[in-house]
Every structure is written in C-alpha cells, then in structure tokens.
C-alpha cells in the first residue's frame, strides 16, 4: 500500500450500460475517506460524461493515453509538464494507488487484463500496479457464461484479482440470468477489503468443510425440487476462513458463482450427494460450517421418463438426510486425535425465534447456528448482503445488517471463539 494517511483508489470505468452506477461507488467510496482518481475507457464516455466523476472527485478524470495534439496526457492533478510526465503516466498513477477497482467491467477488459493487453491507459495502468485489483462484472449473461469469459474469470483469480460476481435479474439487453452489475454496497466493502492490512492468520492449522448453495432433487429427467439459495455466504466463508489462513474444503450444490481461489472445490447436486462428499471429507475437518440449504425431502424414485402434464400431479415425498446431524454423530470418530471437530449449522427461518433455533440447534448436534430471518426485504436470498443471530446453547449474538463477506468473518470470530472454550483457553 501506498504510504499515505488517506488511502487512494482508482475507480476504473469501461464501457457498459452499469457505467453510471461507477458514480454511486464513487460516493460510497468517498463516505469511508477514500480519495478517489477515476479513468475511464473510450467506451465508458458513450454511457457517462467525464465531467460527472470530475465533480464528484475533485480530481481530473483519465480518459485517454494522449493529451492534445498527439502529447501524453498529465496526471492526476500532475504539476509538470506533459513532456516531464510522457513516459511515466500510468506508472506513477498504478504506483500511487492503493487499490484499483473496475466497475463496471465488461468482457473486454476481462480478456485484456488476463491476457496481458495493453493498448489504453487503464490496461496499461493495470499491467504496471501492484496494488491489489478488484473487477466488479456486468454483460450479458451469455457472455458472462461463455467459456471464453469463465476461463479469463478464472486465470484472474489465480493471479489473485478479487471477482465481485455479478447479481441475476432482469438485464438491459432484455434477457434475464446472472451478468447485473454486483450491489455497491459489496463491491465497495471488496475494496474496503482489500485496503485493509492482510488478515491475521488466525485459522491457519484448521481445515473448513463448508457447504453452500441449494440441493437439486430430481422429479423426472427434467424437473427437480430446489430452492432459492443462491451459495453466496457459503462461498463468503470459504473465502473468508482461506484468507485468514485455513485449509478450505468448499462442497457446493450448483450456483452462478466462482469458487473462491486457493479452496478445495468439490461440486455436487443432490442432498445424497452432498452427504457422500461431507463425510468422505469429515475426517479432515476441524470446523464444518453447513451453510448450504439442503432440500428436506425428496422422490423415493425418479421417474424414468418426463412426466406428462394430464390433470393434477400429486407427489409423495421423503425426508431427506440430516447432513449435520450425522456429522454431529460421527465426528467423536472423525477428530478421535483432538479435541473435537465444531460443527455450526445454518437455519433460514421467517422469523426470528431464538428459541425455535435452538431448537434446530439441539436436534442437529451442533455447537452453534446461524438463524437468518429470510422474510426480511433485502437480505438473504440472492441478496449480497445478510443479518443473522448467531446462536449456541448460552448465548445469542445479534449480528446486525452486513454485507455477507463482512458477516462471513464474524461467523469466523465466534467460531475461534467456540474453539477456545472447547479446549479450555482463557
């Protein structure tokens, strides 16, 4: 990081329609006392004007490599001349940043930066920081899920890029599916994130199996029973407990998201599957974090063939297995060499019984459980952001509205936590 007292970060803009939203990032940005320097690409300035960053920051906007007449363009509030600055602009501007964001970020600029292209001044800037580099998506959702694009999504994350996936709706080419621009709300708490001195590694030496996303039940070849889980606290865990330094083991029913870099990824469908891959996995576990919403029941049989649509359909279901509350019974066998493994369930209720939690809590085993109240507007499914009461035998820790990463490591305190008092810290 830059030494400055006032971090700085450089808001890239590209172009696509979510351009004007890079403004409300800016603001966001600007109430946590960050100074922002905003550049933009050719393409940005056909949805939004320079001049409304320039307002906003204070600063003057990027926009090109060149300044009139052929010279370079001067910095940021650069003093010296454009001859004085000619060879060095997007080196003293990635040297001076304490962190560069790009939203929105379009397809192109994904395959520039994973490629190594550099034929403007963002792409060329982003080349030459250190600073850490967060890419906040939004396209169409086929191109989003073109394997070109994945594949770029991917090779970025290796080099250690932070991904805010986009959200899905409705998209303004019409179509409907994942490519909407990420909440402000979480792409700014990404870079907030990442402005932050690296974690403590206080879970290194533990080994998180988390599970996350929704269990698909299958009807007939076609349908399946499913739910509204969209994975992304489970997927906020697992990336939490990996940077702060634990061995991650991520069981994931399907989603849109990315696996977070560094975990162990392990992709099931059904809740007999994801069972299978728990307990195969148990025996390495330390902490289990079930955070997946596992489907309650299911068909004694799939049907062989699509079902055909005459008349009513009555289905007879049943239950499903309870994954944490075998893990529950078999971890004293698993974790014989240590103290215990902790199990901490998830609990998506419509409403806020502390007591029915409990309830849950004891049914299944576990040392603790999360209970989110999914009937609140605007948290929960689908949503970046969450509130919950964190619940074990004793206590009940009110964790207030967050974005999920931020809840994602106070779920992680109160498991460290848990940990002392089962092996008798102070």
């Not at 509030?77 to 997007?90: F, K, L, M, N």
């Not at 292209?117 to 963002?122: K, P, S, V």
């Not at 899920?145 to 019409?174: K, S």
């Not at 008092?421 to 102070?426: Q, S, W």
Request: proline residues 5%.
């Amino acid at each position: 990081m830059a030494n400055t007292q006032t971090p700085r970060v450089i808001v890239g803009v590209t172009g696509g329609v979510a351009a004007y939203k890079a403004a409300e990032l800016v603001r966001a940005l600007q109430q946590h006392g960050v100074d922002i320097r905003v550049v933009m690409t050719r393409a940005a300035q056909e949805f939004v004007q320079p001049l409304t960053f320039s307002s906003l920051t204070g600063h003057k906007v990027i926009t090109t490599m060149w300044g009139e007449e052929g010279q370079p363009a001067t910095g940021l509030d650069d003093p010296r001349s454009p001859e004085e600055t000619a060879q060095i602009e997007h080196i003293s501007e990635a040297q001076a940043a304490d962190a560069v964001v790009i939203a929105p970020a379009t397809a192109h600029i994904l395959a520039k930066m994973a490629h190594g292209l550099a034929d403007d001044f963002l792409s060329t800037m982003l080349l030459a920081t250190t600073a850490p580099v967060i890419v906040a998506p939004a396209m169409n959702v086929n191109m989003w899920n073109h394997p070109a694009t994945r594949a770029n999504i991917l090779l970025l994350q290796a080099r250690g890029v932070t991904i805010v996936e986009p959200g899905r709706g409705y998209l303004a080419c019409g179509m409907t599916g994942s490519g909407r621009l990420a909440d402000i709300d979480a792409i700014a708490q990404a870079v907030l994130t990442a402005l932050q001195p690296l974690p403590a590694q206080d879970l290194s030496g533990e080994t998180i199996l988390i599970t996350a996303g929704g269990t698909r039940e299958a009807i007939d070849p076609v349908r399946f029973l499913g739910n509204r889980s969209s994975g992304k606290m489970g997927y906020a865990l697992a990336e939490a407990a990996r940077q702060r330094g634990a061995q991650v083991i991520l069981v994931s029913a399907p989603t849109a998201l990315t696996p977070p870099a560094g975990c162990a990824f392990v992709p099931v469908t059904s809740a007999a599957e994801m069972r299978a891959a728990v307990m195969e996995h148990l025996p390495s576990a330390t902490l289990v974090i079930g955070a997946a919403a596992v489907a309650d029941f299911r068909m004694p049989a799939v049907a062989a063939e699509k079902l055909r649509r005459e008349g009513s359909l009555h289905l007879d279901l049943e239950p499903t297995e309870d994954i944490l509350r075998s893990v529950a019974d078999a971890r004293s066998v698993a974790a014989a060499h240590r103290s215990g493994t902790l199990v901490i369930a998830f609990a998506a209720e419509m409403d806020s019984s502390i007591a029915r939690a409990r309830e849950k809590l004891l049914a299944k085993g576990a040392d603790a459980i999360v209970l989110n109240d999914v009937s609140q507007p605007g948290i929960g499914f689908d949503s970046d952001r969450n509130a919950a009461t964190f619940v074990t035998r004793e206590h009940a820790i009110d964790l207030p509205e967050m974005t999920k990463r931020a809840m994602a490591d106070l779920i992680l305190d109160q498991a460290l936590a848990l940990r002392k008092t089962a092996v008798g810290a102070p």
